[in-house]
């Protein structure tokens, strides 16, 4: 009757035995896959996300170290400023399973803060190098009475410095025409002396027609600058021909007007009560810096008739001509050209009485001097 009570005894530790059998296998697999160690890398990984670490089982040494999480390995040049990062939680190879990983030693401390001197100080010498060195100024003297007094302009305006005694001598017309009948010579000219505020001027003009003179008189002006580029003459004038000589107080003005036209304007009183007045006008036209082409006018007006100069009352005559002149030197200039004289009013009337034309076309062919 003993057996039952066995039996029945191991009838029920037969399932548990079964249980035990087939769970071992597994046990013994999951635990050598635990057991498996991660080689460690040649080179410095990436920086990755951080992942808790597997338990590595239920050994105590496993238990102990079972909070605690596995941290990637991170260049030192690439943490300026913070701690190194703790080395990985693994065992030397040759260690149990249960073995701790030995603790870092003191020297191994402070090599690593020797590491994070090194790269703050490459940062600071980076730094350093971005900014450019500094550049020695001397310093700005302050302003003095005499840099001040040196700022200020006269009070009387600048003093010109070549307010000197010139000279100018000019020959505008030296000139031959085919003169009806034979050939006429006629000339104009002028020349000054003075500085720029006062000058004297001498000036003439006259023709001659068959070794004959037709025509001549004489200026002589003192000139007083008024404004930039004109001049205000005062003086007499004395006519050799036609006629008999008579002489005139002059006025008048000469300088640039606008746009480069040279006028000489200029009012007489004669003997007798006679008034006159000549306005003369050009303009010079670079064709070339050599080649000048300059038109002229030159107008004469009376107040009464002269009959024994052969003149008449109010516009007398009007004189045209084009001149082409080649400049050989500024001072020596030969043109050609071509002239015509008209006579109006008055004075038509008392040429046509003494059988003179009115009119006067001629070529005329000269030379331009100044000294």
């Known amino acids: 009757m003993r057996t039952r009570p066995a039996i029945a005894l191991g009838m029920a530790w037969l399932p548990v035995a ?20 991660m080689p460690m890398p040649m080179t410095e990984p990436k920086p990755v996300a951080k992942q808790p670490v597997k338990k590595r089982g239920p050994t105590p040494a496993r238990k102990a170290h079972a909070g605690h999480h596995a941290k990637p390995a991170v260049p030192a040049h690439a943490m300026h400023g913070q701690q190194m990062p703790a080395p990985p939680d693994t065992a030397p190879a040759g260690k149990a399973d249960g073995d701790k990983a030995p603790a870092p030693s ?23 190098m971005s900014t450019p060195p500094a550049v020695r100024v001397t310093p700005v003297p302050g302003l003095t009475d005499a840099d001040r007094l040196a700022a200020r302009p006269p009070a009387a305006g600048h003093a010109a410095h070549d307010n000197t005694i010139q000279n100018y001598t000019i020959f505008d017309h030296l000139e031959v025409s085919n003169g009806n009948p034979g050939t006429d010579l006629a000339w104009e000219g002028r020349t000054w002396i003075g500085t720029d505020l006062n000058r004297v001027w001498l000036r003439s003009e006259g023709e001659r027609s068959n070794g004959v003179t037709q025509a001549a008189d004489v200026e002589v002006l003192y000139g007083h600058s008024i404004a930039t580029w004109w001049d205000v003459v005062v003086g007499g004038r004395h006519d050799f021909k036609p006629g008999a000589s008579q002489d005139f107080a002059a006025i008048g003005v000469v300088g640039m007007a606008p746009y480069k036209f040279e006028v000489q304007a200029t009012a007489y009183i004669g003997q007798g009560g006679q008034t006159s007045a000549r306005l003369e006008s050009g303009y010079q036209t670079l064709l070339t ?6 038109p002229l006018v030159e107008v004469n007006l009376f107040g009464k008739d002269d009959p024994r100069r052969g003149i008449g009352s109010g516009l007398s005559t009007v004189e045209a001509g084009l001149r082409l002149r080649y400049e050989i030197t500024r001072q020596f200039a030969p043109y050609v050209g071509l002239v015509r004289e008209r006579a ?19 070529l005329v062919a000269g030379v331009r001097i100044w000294f």
């Open 106 to 128: 003191m020297q191994g401390m402070e090599g690593m803060q020797g590491m994070q001197g090194m790269d703050g100080m490459g940062d600071r010498q980076h730094a350093g």
């Open 344 to 362: 109006f009013g008055r004075t038509a009337d008392l040429r046509r009485d003494a059988g003179n034309d009115t009119n006067d076309t001629r």
């Open 18 to 37: 079964i249980m035990a059998w087939t769970a071992t296998p597994a046990m013994a697999q999951d635990h050598s896959m635990m057991d498996m160690r």
């Open 289 to 294: 810096n050599r080649l000048i082409l300059e």
